[in-house]
């Protein structure tokens, strides 16, 4: 067992109306600082695995890099609490003083704001997938985070083609898992344009404003799109599925890439 993922911890347990001492396996929760050509950006709190993947989808999610090449070089130090990061172009971090409250536990911070939207490009894929195929990937989703089901302290991304699940990834947080898989994607060079997103979590602007920034059509979920999502969603033509259990989904918006077999 991972000292970097896991943790174990004595507990108290309440069954049928006795105390059972214990213990159980818990998430670990890390900081991680970023340094973007030598100045303090901010600190994410995140699950120790697939650091530069994390970097990378962050800072495209951001719009601090477009792609893999505008990054020179990232250090991970002091036990992999602290990244060094340098891009080529010019960095200030008085560029990204204007942050928005993230609806993410913990009371996260982005730069995305819905600004952003309005450079987001309206999606144009005639990509069509069966109906079945977005119940099938969502079962696979949850029988693979292996870190939720020892824990249940986990939210899961992943990245899918037309007949599988590519990858996926877990982290603390829903943005994190979704960074990671984006900047995983962008380190390959998979192309994306009739890709499927999936995420444990739920689905807000700034996740769908991820998601566009990349050209993705396609983002499902097993839990609820907010309003704003669902607004942005339609305005930018993306398939937006939610509430995606079991044999049966939502559809909010591009239902017209959905169909029956």
């Known amino acids: 067992m991972s000292k970097e993922i896991f943790a174990n911890k004595k507990i108290r347990k309440f069954k049928i109306n006795k105390f059972i001492e214990t213990e159980e396996i818990i998430i670990n929760e890390s900081p991680l600082t970023l340094f973007i050509n030598g100045y303090q950006f901010l600190t994410l709190m995140i699950l120790k695995e697939n650091l530069e993947e994390l970097i990378v989808g962050f800072l495209a999610a ?5 792609n893999k090449q505008d990054i020179k070089n990232i250090d991970l130090k002091h036990e992999k609490t602290v990244a060094m990061v340098e891009i080529k172009k010019d960095f200030s971090p008085n560029d990204y003083k204007k ?11 982005t730069f995305i704001n819905l600004e952003d939207c309005a450079r987001t490009q309206e999606i144009k894929s005639k990509q069509k997938y ?8 969502m079962f696979e989703l949850q029988q693979n985070s292996k870190y939720f ?3 249940g302290g986990t939210h899961t991304a992943a990245l899918a083609s037309s007949d599988k699940i590519i990858y996926q990834l877990e982290d603390i947080g829903r943005h994190n898992a979704l960074d990671k ?13 009739d890709k499927i997103v999936l995420t444990s979590g739920r689905i807000s602007s700034e996740m769908i404003i991820k998601v566009l920034k990349q050209g993705i059509p396609f983002l499902l979920s097993r839990s609820a799109p907010t ?12 398939t937006l599925i939610a509430f995606c259990r079991g044999q049966r989904f939502n559809i909010y918006s591009g239902e017209r890439r959905v169909i029956l077999n």
């Open 99 to 109: 942050r928005t409250l993230t609806s993410g536990c913990g009371g996260g911070s």
């Open 181 to 193: 898989i984006i900047g995983k994607a962008l380190m390959e060079n998979v192309d994306l344009k």
């Open 130 to 137: 069966q109906a079945e195929l977005f119940t099938s990937l």
């Open 227 to 238: 309003d704003v999502a669902v607004k942005i969603a339609r305005d930018r033509n993306m």
């Open 149 to 151: 089901q020892q824990t």
């Open 62 to 66: 951001e719009g601090i890099i477009k």
